[in-house]
């Protein structure tokens, strides 16, 4: 039987959060994990005996090490997942590809011919309720798909220094949803329109970006769709989905941590969406992994590639000019 | 076409509630209304234009009258339904019967020779989340009926005046769901058990009933019942059933007003239970009335008869001496 | 006490629905109706003795009429509107004013100087899910209003040839939505911008018009808004709103029928939304005659007045604008 | 910082699903597990180099070990336990303590003195739902508690030689819902009573079981409860909890894999219950192990001990005997 022997660019408090679900796989060892700082890993290695290195050739010049993740930071993941192309068939990486459009299509140029197996770290793909929602669609259970409609609300803005560094709502936080559009509606994003405005906090425009944002898509199928993003939900982490169509609907709401309703004199109280992200996608994440260890036992293809990657990089691009320009913008092809 | 001209024994508050209704029908015609006292109708009368009567045979000895509805108190009700049986082919006759069982037995005697369409007021019966279980089971959409749950809260408990002449809470309250049980099960209650306690009020055990019980039923088909009543929930008016069978289960959940959810950093809330009977049980009223007026104008039969209303009266008796006797009653045959 | 005196003109399908409910107020009079058109009203008017006639004047002139309800082709709706505010103080008009703006604009130059109280029919304002939504943002229970969603799906397309004459999507259907969203929002919608297309039925593209929308609102509070309408939905009359801002969110899901959930094997399934839209609306037209009649005893201003119908009709007109060019479009101010 | 090494006696399918938990957490170090039974282990444990032993002493002489897992058949259970108790302080068993009631008060009255942290297998008590109805009590949310009510269907019945060696379905089944009243009132059963059939198959009748019961329930607080019991629902395993008390209820409804709903011309459905009491339970038996390794770290007390596994076997054998005399029965006090 094969194993996974894999090495890891990257632990940070995700690349952390993945190596320990990924020890939870008997087929897998994480033999080693390359980071630019080692020092706040070694009581967290103490029991797990991973080999802690700062030099990436450690993982590069490994025979024995067939698959690489990337959870480095972002300005890491090209270089990094290239010369990786060079060396094993199976690579993860989280997203996004890169923070400059142009940084990533020169990537798309060099790996498109690699013909390896590269998962992108879309970890929504993989969670039940939206994965239900594209079975409806392919299974046409809802028909022809007419409008599709994503809210995307996180719980809190994220701090203005990062907000500086951030890439931007559509870069940092909307391609999440970009990339769930493709994926629901089975079909390319060839138009965008954007309003958008720094409702949440005015320091959040003042910082060259906006918290709050209407985006309507123009599907190659014809379809429509429109997502609505905020920086902060107070009540929770708001990911609903809806798609529509010439025989029905499914509709994803929220995820609650019991179904418990609570009635007194005042009103009768239901469970808030979940606070925190991991927690919301904690299922998301472990079929992310599996389906990755799957492709990797199988020589199989995987659900979400570069190529995924890349054309959710494309519709942020179009909808920040959107945004600028107030008109409708095509997302370039590749 | 034929036209309902109706004669009704008392206007008191439900009295008058029910007059307005029938009023909004083409085909009726309240004539006559008589009761002991009129003085309060006089304002209300103002643009009806009833005829007022304090004489009983105002109604009886008026040919022209053909249905009459017997609005009046529980202790008038046996003797008007069975001169009411002498001169008129169609009875509507507010719930219960009367407040002894040997009295509703006697009249029983009388009133089951005279092939008379008598209606008893069992509302609940003609409410649409109530018939859509039915339905379920008489379709066999749940299969074999083997377990019906109901839960019966009053929003507030009755005043102790009120407690003590109202016959206790089997005969008072639970009436309506001894009638419900055997409209959705289909099948006669043949014993019962009961735990119960005056857990809201203990001066409502000093005036001799209860106010929460625990009342197990065994139907004729061998299903088995369980209802739980209480006099204040709170909240609303708790009125909900479930209906589990060999082939799945049908639940039927509490109406609210509006279907809106609010979300705040406190909790996702949503609508209590209507709290007043007569909104909880608006469309069960209307369903009522176009039933009893269906059924004169086709000569048809109705759906809640005399014999039901004994039928209930004799659970109620059962389940008064199971919770005296803290034993299993068979319930009276007739 | 005061009495309404109601002349009305037109008793189509929706006029006769109008009086019916009309009639159950002790305190309105519906004395004439006025129709092109009498002999469908003779057998229907039977039991109600209104006095019809096809002469205008037989209301106008009438000084005993202090109300005017208009419930005729909307053809008919401007010249009827302006004699009547000739002669009565309340008038109640059915949506919407006229079918072209010009014509819309020149009544009001007429009508806003004469401080008569017209009530336009947008029956949604009155339904108690959207009252509830309205009422957490009045009482600011979400915070600041940051972004509105409105779904709006009819049950079934009407016919081409209603489509060819309707005055096209955004006046005919989305008209309720475009009143909906300054009511609930409580601010001026200062630009749109549409995507559309005919997903439904490609005839519907060819008679000029189109199916299936996705409308953004920008509003002169700065909270941002977005409408999908489509002409169907196969599973039912889909009505849904969400508010959503600083402090929360409400969000005012379908009406049905009953609140039964049935389990089998198979699936749990609970009602689909109503789909018939008078019986969505039941409570919201309730409301929407008590308001009118309520603000004429007590001579206070409508909810519901004609500016609003101008300025819903005006937001259609951008739409329009906004769907042909590609572009967004601002909205005309009065 | 102190590491748990455990021993385990049985490793059939429920014990291998929990070694393979507890091998996640890291302070746990599963040394040696004694089954009668190796053979189907030694593929199971490559990659785990846990020791296999069919020699109970390799656990109880070990004084490494400090820590016990009794996951074996019901009938070692008393026997391992009382050894288990002689050797180490800290004890995990599966329920039921016995099939006898007489053979657990022996071994209470061993046990009892012995001053030993014993957790029972009672896994329901940690599921989210569950202790967030408990909580509502603790903290009295719901007020008073006057009536609960559980329903617990399991998806399938058992085989007949199951049934047949089972100990009936109170000891067998409801035994999960004695413990969870006494945990959810917080107080004891004094009184039950029980109505119950062969109303799944009646092949269970013959092999001297029911598969259908109602069971009331009398506590010491005064409360009223009621569980329904069912083997077999067909639509998923049904769990379901309600508290009522005089300030409000909490209801726990069934947890279902996804939120999604799906709209059609024929209905509107949701997820069925889940199936598989793994996976309805998963967070549950989490908790439960987390409980119990906090509790060794911390040298602190279980919440579920020995003493609540022998209450909630009194009250399955007054359900017995109650449902066998059709009278009501005293559970026996300890």
Redesign the interface.
């Known amino acids: 039987m094969k194993k996974m022997i894999a090495g890891v660019f990257g632990a940070g408090r995700i690349g952390k959060f993945h190596v320990e679900n990924l020890l ?1 796989y ?1 087929n897998v060892e994480v033999k080693t994990i390359c980071d630019v700082q080692l020092d706040h890993l070694i009581e967290w290695n103490k ?1 797990k005996n991973i080999f802690l290195t700062k030099n990436e050739d450690d993982i590069f010049d490994d025979k024995e090490i067939n698959a690489i993740f990337i959870f480095s930071s972002t300005d890491q993941h090209i270089s990094q997942l290239i010369k990786a192309t060079q060396n094993v068939d199976y690579i993860f990486m989280e997203k996004p590809i890169s923070k400059s459009i142009d940084a990533t299509l020169e990537a798309w140029e060099i790996v498109k011919s690699k013909s390896k197996t590269i998962q992108l770290g879309f970890n929504r793909r993989f969670d ?2 939206f994965k ?2 594209k079975e ?1 669609r392919v299974k046409e ?2 028909g ?1 798909p ?2 599709l ?1 994503i ?1 995307s ?1 996180d719980p809190e803005p994220p701090g203005i220094d990062y907000v500086k560094v951030s890439g931007g709502i559509f870069m940092d936080m909307a391609i999440h949803d970009f990339d769930m559009s493709r994926y629901i509606v089975g079909s390319d994003v060839e ?1 965008v ?1 954007v ?3 720094a ?2 906090n005015p320091k959040i425009k003042e910082a060259g970006d906006i918290d ?3 985006i ?1 898509l ?1 599907f190659a199928n ?5 997502i ?1 993003i ?1 920086r ?5 982490y ?1 990911q609903r989905l809806e798609l ?1 169509g ?20 005042d ?7 979940l606070h925190f992200f991991i927690e919301r996608y904690i299922d998301a994440y472990k079929n992310e992994y599996e389906t990755f260890i799957e492709a990797f036992m199988n020589n199989d293809n995987v659900i979400c590639s570069f190529e995924d990657g890349l054309k959710a990089e494309l519709i942020a691009e179009a909808c920040k000019k959107s945004y600028e320009t ?3 913008v095509k997302v370039r092809g590749i």
Chains 1, 2, 3, 4 share one sequence.
């Open positions: 939870q008997d029991d039940p309720n239900k929602v409806a259970t809802i022809v007419h409008v409609k809210t609300r138009e329109f309003m958008g405005d409702l949440v709050t944002a209407i309507q123009k014809n379809a429509l769709g429109v609505d905020s902060e939900a107070v009540y929770g708001d529509f010439s025989k029905g609907a499914i509709i994803a709401d929220n995820k609650v941590e019991t179904s418990t309703k609570l009635l007194t004199k009103c009768s109280c239901v469970d808030n969406p107030k008109t409708v």
